[in-house]
């Protein structure tokens, strides 16, 4: 079995066998008509359970054409133009380029002797990225797995920063609290509850009509929490909301922050990739007062999953994630100024996944991205357009990144709930044919839909085609009911 070791003897094999795997997928990649092919649960799970583990096919092509079965042939591809559903983007060559060649490396980018380069290389781009933001010369950060974990980090940091630098209250996380948007992320919820902060400490903020904070609310409530005797430990603040794009006014909340001594977290894990554009970089005005920032190059920047870094403003509050172990970085790799990026990650092993940015800057260039980002940003605006001038559907906001939350309003058809199943249904069904793929959410407590636009090669024909096909369905449901009725 040591033939199947990577290595100078095997170098012929790996060549053929991921040349294999490659044209396999790229065939995939180019006969693949429609974003998925609408297989079910129990049909795809009957063929995975029927592989028998513990008998190798001992043969790569063998394991390829198994894969197809299970796999390949029934996946959910993100590179075709009516896939339309979650933040989910299609991935740029030169990313995918990295991703390779970093798979048969296989540096783990906790220590300098496991990532001789690769520790540089991640530093350089954290720098790249805090000058983008405007973080100033002190910042730093670290590659992680993905915007939920940065923002665990960052409000970690945040409740240590605030145990050690603000009287009694501070000292127990119980009285710490925590003001995000009504229409934050989930895991900032979730982070509170890993922190031990309690299950109240997240203060809900209104938003607005175009789902930003209320920073008059905000500011209403940072002061109750004072009042009460409580600390106000950090204000997430979203730049690019999962459902609606919204960015919240980040430099009145950076004001309030300055004013209450409030940590301030960005949750840009979505739109960070207005730091590479070149007409709507503006939209971010603010973000470079936050203590801390999340970005999701693995969503904007276009790069393949996972892809993700958080970044603080003051290096020196990374040590609260620093802890020392005789067989990795003893405390003196400090004075010897070895750089350690276990030093500043929550994680301890941990992918090199800062090559696959790296290349796709060096192949194609920062506004090369950014101009990806901006065409489907401007896409979603002739979006909003079309669905605002269409009477069969209800859009709830013009769009300020490139989500779409709307739903379809059959024709004489007034009770809510029914409008929730005809568009529940429309969903469901699109998603059976495989011909699209769109999302769900809930406003006001009905169910709505959602585009989320991050494919440049979309066009406004295939969002015309998916609104007639959803409407379609809709409409083969309400008859349906009336047959049955009947």
């Not at 100078?8 to 396999?24: K, L, M, N, P």
């Not at 790249?128 to 940065?150: E, K, M, Y």
């Not at 009460?228 to 430990?233: A, D, E, K, S, V």
């Not at 393949?304 to 790799?333: F, I, W």
Request: with cysteine.
């Amino acid at each position: 079995m040591r033939s199947h070791l990577l290595n100078d003897t095997t170098a012929e094999h790996y060549r053929c066998s991921v040349t294999e795997g490659i044209e396999r997928v790229a065939a995939k990649l180019a006969t693949t008509d429609r974003p998925f092919t609408g297989i079910t649960v129990h049909d795809l799970a009957h063929r995975i359970d029927a592989v028998d583990l513990d008998t190798p096919l001992l043969d790569t092509t063998a394991a390829l054409d198994e894969l197809e079965e299970v796999y390949l042939r029934d996946a959910v591809y993100f590179h075709h133009p009516r896939y339309l559903a979650h933040l989910n983007c299609p991935v740029v060559i030169p990313a995918v380029l990295g991703e390779a060649v970093l798979s048969a490396v296989n540096s783990s980018l906790d220590t300098w002797d496991q990532s001789a380069g690769g520790t540089l290389i991640e530093r350089k781009l954290i720098d790249w990225t805090t000058g983008r933001i405007g973080l100033g010369p002190a910042a730093d950060g670290v590659f992680t797995s993905g915007g939920s974990q940065s923002n665990l980090q960052a409000l970690l940091l945040a409740r240590e920063e605030t145990k050690s630098g603000r009287g009694d209250h501070a000292e127990r996380p119980t009285n710490m609290r925590v003001f995000a948007s009504e229409v934050s992320h989930f895991s900032v919820k979730k982070s509170a509850t890993l922190l031990g902060l309690g299950p109240d400490a997240v203060v809900t903020i209104p938003v607005d009509r175009d789902k930003r904070m209320q920073t008059v609310a905000l500011a209403r409530e940072l002061e109750r929490c004072r009042e009460n005797g409580l600390t106000p430990m950090a204000v997430v603040a979203t730049a690019g909301t999962t459902d609606f794009g919204s960015i919240d006014p980040l430099p009145e909340i950076a004001e309030l922050c300055d004013r209450y001594g409030t940590w301030m977290h960005v949750d840009a894990a979505y739109g960070c990739g207005l730091l590479a554009s070149v007409r709507n970089r503006h939209l971010l005005d603010g973000i470079e007062r936050a203590d801390s920032v999340t970005v999701d190059y693995h969503k904007s920047f276009f790069q393949p999953v996972s892809s993700s870094a958080v970044l603080v403003r003051d290096a020196a509050t990374l040590r609260h994630a620093t802890y020392h172990a005789d067989y990795l970085n003893p405390r003196r790799m400090v004075t010897e100024r070895i750089p350690n990026q276990v030093d500043k990650s929550l994680q301890t092993t941990r992918r090199f996944d800062a090559l696959k940015l790296w290349m796709t800057l060096r192949v194609m260039g920062a506004d090369g991205v950014g101009q990806l980002f901006d065409e489907v940003c401007d896409l979603a605006g002739r979006a909003w357009e079309l669905l605002a001038a269409d009477p069969r559907f209800d859009v709830v906001v013009e769009p300020r990144l490139s989500t779409l939350v709307f739903r379809h309003i059959p024709a004489g058809v007034t009770d809510p709930a029914e409008i929730d199943r005809a568009n529940l249904y429309a969903r469901k069904a699109l998603f059976a044919s495989g011909e699209a793929i769109v999302a769900g959410t809930r406003v006001g407590g009905r169910h709505y839909l959602k585009f989320t636009l991050l494919n440049p090669e979309t066009t406004v024909d295939d969002i015309s085609a998916v609104l007639d096909l959803i409407a379609d369905h809709a409409e083969q449901y309400l008859g349906d009911i009336l047959d049955r009725a009947s």
